[in-house]
């Protein structure tokens, strides 16, 4: 097998390792507008990181967790419907991100990769920052897993019980922000909720508690990339599209089983 | 009586942008006894009850709580989400470090053991807001905290349910605090009803109050009547009343020319 096919797998698995417990819990919490106007924001870290020559992994961590601190502001003052607000900041981001990459004429930025994913031009220290990244979320995530629920539950009930609410909700936007600059390289901009949201769909109707839906959405989320990237390879597709595509066929497959409760 | 109480909360002022919610309102609960808070939609008996969790900050006055106080509570009937496969075990456990054995104990204890591995999502009304009670007697709550706690549940699970209530608090001897806007059930197993409308209309003995004007004004003459007649019924069932001077007043308030939320 080809090396940068299986760098690419590397990465991929990598990211759904995360990516299932966290999908999890952005559909258990409704998040998934939230998560698609944060990763739309990662453009913008990218114009940042290519404006002061840094990593722009950093800077696009940077930008989204700064982007999810205002949306969370935002969405707890503004009289607008959430997803009208989240649509406004999400165009807003992206509009941003593309009009300041415009401004960046020394370096050529191959656009398309940013906003669908290379995942087949990813190198060693791609890997590493990945699973360097899904290793911290992975450790937060555990040790953070029972109050967290418990806010996702019922937050009133999780403050009685003394669980700190507001340390919880940030820790979570904090998280997705780390998933959404580990993803961006793999999946781009515009897909990188369908990495998180689609597994753990997938994965609801064969769980039967949090814990094993969290861990079937990884490893359907790992398939996907396997899939994907075979079938990219094979029939020369776009690597970011075809892993969302194998993601859609695993959803459509899990909706033939029964809803267990 | 308010130096033994398990909560205090003296001249509680909230406002909602110009709109005054609570207005100066005392309340307390002491130990073994159950207030009822009465009032009709809007009146702010939810407020009240977020304010004395320490869930909102209130405008004005001060709310003392008994050094150490733990709290159970049972908030407003809600639903959750289907996409989240959670066993009731499981969602009583979110309460804190707790064993299996201990979470069957509190399941045996109102009444739905029998369901201990099924999933919430399937749960009745009135078994679900069993659970809820389990989960708030895990805790070993000196005060009970129940915001309509008969929502969703018919008739006779009502009546069963307000009977589990009265023995729970015999059994743990622990402070009760019920929101309702359900007269008669409610008020039958009271030691003192606090009848709210943005302020303290009438507080008192359930009998007392049902002939309160202050409580046919706002509930209507008959309210008060039907209520004597269910007192009067219920009688045998509960202890003879100790001569106790009731504490009871009235605001001379016009309650037509007043808005009350």
């Known amino acids: ?261 | 009586m308010s130096a033994s109480s398990l909560i205090l909360g003296r001249s509680i002022v909230k406002r909602f942008e110009d709109r005054t919610v609570l207005d100066h309102v005392d309340i307390s609960v002491a130990p073994g006894e159950i207030v009822t808070l009465i009032g009709p939609n809007g009146a702010g008996k939810t407020v009240l009850l977020r304010i004395l969790l320490g869930l909102l900050k209130p405008d004005g006055g001060t709310v003392a709580r008994k050094a150490g106080l733990v709290a159970g509570y049972m908030p407003q009937k809600f639903a959750i989400d289907d996409n989240l496969p959670l066993r009731v075990s499981r969602f009583v456990g979110l309460a804190g470090r707790v064993t299996r054995a201990e979470i069957e104990a509190a399941l045996v204890e109102v009444d739905v053991a029998g369901r201990i591995d099924d999933p919430v999502q399937g749960l009745s009304g009135g078994e679900f807001q069993r659970v809820l009670l389990a989960r708030a007697l895990l805790r070993k709550p000196q005060l009970l905290v129940l915001d309509e706690p008969a929502q969703g549940v018919d008739v006779i699970g009502q009546d069963a349910l307000y009977d589990l209530v009265g023995a729970v608090r015999d059994r743990h001897g622990c402070g009760v605090l019920i929101v309702s806007h359900d007269l008669h059930l409610v008020m039958a197993r009271a030691d003192r009803v606090l009848c709210l409308n943005g302020h303290v209309c009438c507080s008192g003995r359930p009998e007392a109050i049902g002939r309160d004007p202050a409580f046919a004004e706002l509930f209507g003459a008959r309210a008060g009547e039907s209520l004597a007649l269910y007192r009067h019924r219920h009688d045998h069932v509960h202890d003879p009343h100790d001569g106790h001077v009731h504490h009871h007043h009235h605001h001379g308030h016009d309650h037509a020319g007043h808005d009350h939320g």
Not at chain 1, 3 to 18: C, N
Not at chain 1, 79 to 87: H, I, W
Not at chain 1, 114 to 131: Q, R
Not at chain 1, 220 to 246: I, K, N, R, Y
């Open chain 1, 1 to 261: 097998m080809d090396d940068f096919l299986v760098r690419a797998g590397m990465a991929g698995i990598g990211l759904a390792l995360i990516a299932g417990p966290l999908g999890s819990f952005v559909v258990w919490r409704r998040m998934a507008f939230f998560g698609d106007a944060l990763a739309h924001s990662a453009l913008l870290g990218v114009a940042l990181g290519f404006l002061l020559r840094v990593e722009t992994n950093l800077t696009i961590a940077g930008i989204c967790v700064a982007f999810a601190a205002v949306l969370t502001a935002l969405l707890s003052r503004a009289r607008l419907a959430p997803d009208t607000l989240l649509s406004i900041c999400a165009f807003t981001a992206l509009s941003a991100g593309l009009v300041a990459l415009s401004f960046i004429e020394t370096v050529r930025v191959d656009l398309m990769a940013y906003l669908f994913g290379d995942i087949l031009a990813v190198g060693p220290a791609d890997i590493a920052w990945i699973w360097g990244g899904a290793a911290v979320g992975l450790v937060v995530l555990k040790l953070l897993w029972r109050p967290l629920l418990s806010v996702t539950v019922h937050a009133d009930l999780a403050a009685v019980e003394g669980v700190n609410v507001g340390a919880m909700r940030l820790a979570f936007v904090l998280l997705l922000a780390l998933v959404v600059a580990v993803a961006m390289k793999i999946v781009g901009v515009l897909l990188v909720t369908a990495l998180m949201v689609m597994p753990a769909a997938a994965a609801r109707r064969l769980a039967r508690s949090p814990e094993s839906m969290a861990a079937i959405a990884s490893a359907v989320g790992a398939l996907s990339c396997v899939a994907g990237l075979v079938s990219s390879a094979e029939f020369d597709t776009p690597s970011g599209p075809s892993v969302v595509l194998a993601a859609a066929a695993f959803f459509a497959l899990s909706l033939v089983l029964p809803l267990r409760r």
